[in-house]
């Protein structure tokens, strides 16, 4: 046996135990340093390369806490009390207000949404929708991260936008993604004016996006600030639109972190959600390094598609 001053040797000798010294400030310093570059190293080839890098590990408070701010964003307006997504009915997914024939727009009216505006797809498929757009920044990266996971979405173009990048109009509709009206200049206000205003400034932004784009049908209309009115939704019925509301809501107008935003989106979807986000309307960076963890996380949960274009709006009536 050895004693406390060192171990025992198989034949019997002692051997004097070394103590482990710590190694220098320095030493330790320069280790994290290496680590650190080796981290940022291997982060940038994976963007070179064109892949994915891993989403921020959230905590469970703060996951926690998106989600529930994702269900009381998706409380507003009058009658709807769909929360997250989930398709509110024990019945098949495919007979839930299923999709209208033709000569109508695509999506029926909701009794759960704001004056009858969608807040779910119908079915199982998720619709991942971009507002305020299009931008000559944003815009294209989204379109590159849709394209690469095989995903189509809807778009919702402010007119006067459409006027400007009439070729980012293009671009979204020869990628297959459906086109929805925000409006000619994203009022918010704009369900309190009189019909003739609202008609006027729904017409002008669905003259511009044909102005670009001829052959895009726009059969979908979602109000600025989800601030629904009766008024706005006969309106855009009348003009051959489905309102279009949304269930899932990571703010990301507001520029929250892009590991909230993945949080947000990938905890309150379920099947059948709406999830609005943005790609124009400010600086998107922190939507756009979400996407990259939400598409691939999404798409093995779930299928996302593209809401149903539908038909052309029709030409409007002269009095």
């Not at 000569?103 to 004056?115: I, Q």
């Not at 409006?183 to 511009?208: C, E, F, K, P, V």
């Not at 922190?286 to 809401?307: G, K, M, S």
């Amino acid at each position: 046996m050895g004693d406390s001053r060192g171990r025992c040797h198989p034949m019997g000798r002692h051997h004097p135990v070394r103590p482990v010294r710590p190694p220098a400030p320095a030493a330790r310093l320069l280790a994290v340093a290496t680590v650190i570059v080796v981290a940022i190293a291997s982060y940038a080839l994976d963007l070179a390369a064109g892949g994915t890098p891993a989403p921020p590990a959230m905590t469970r408070t703060s996951a926690a806490t998106n989600r529930a701010d994702a269900s009381r964003a998706a409380v507003g307006g009058r009658g709807l009390v769909q929360q997250s997504g989930r398709l509110a009915s024990d019945q098949p997914a495919a007979m839930i207000n299923p999709l209208v024939g033709p000569g109508h727009p695509p999506l029926a009216a909701e009794r759960m949404g704001p004056y009858g505006a969608r807040v779910t797809t119908g079915n199982s498929e998720i619709a991942l929708t971009f507002d305020d757009g299009p931008d000559p920044t944003w815009t294209p990266q989204v379109l590159t991260l849709l394209r690469r996971y095989h995903v189509k979405a809807t778009f919702c173009l402010i007119g006067r936008n459409a006027r400007e990048f009439p070729r980012l109009v293009r671009a979204i509709v020869a990628d297959g993604h459906t086109l929805c009206n925000h409006t000619w200049d994203h009022d918010m206000t704009l369900g309190l004016r009189s019909g003739d205003y609202i008609r006027a400034n729904l017409q002008r932004a669905s003259d511009a996006i044909h102005a670009a784009a001829p052959e895009a049908k726009i059969s979908y209309y979602r109000q600025p600030g989800g601030k629904w009115t009766s008024s706005v939704v006969a309106v855009a019925t009348q003009l051959g639109m489905s309102s279009l509301h949304w269930a899932v809501d990571p703010r990301d107008w507001l520029r929250p972190a892009a590991g909230s935003i993945f949080a947000t989106v990938t905890g309150a979807t379920h099947r059948g959600s709406i999830v609005l986000m943005h790609d124009a309307g400010g600086d998107r960076a922190h939507t756009v390094a979400a996407l990259r963890w939400i598409l691939p996380n999404l798409t093995r949960r779930f299928r996302l598609e593209a809401l149903p274009p539908g038909i052309d709006p029709p030409a409007p009536q002269r009095p």
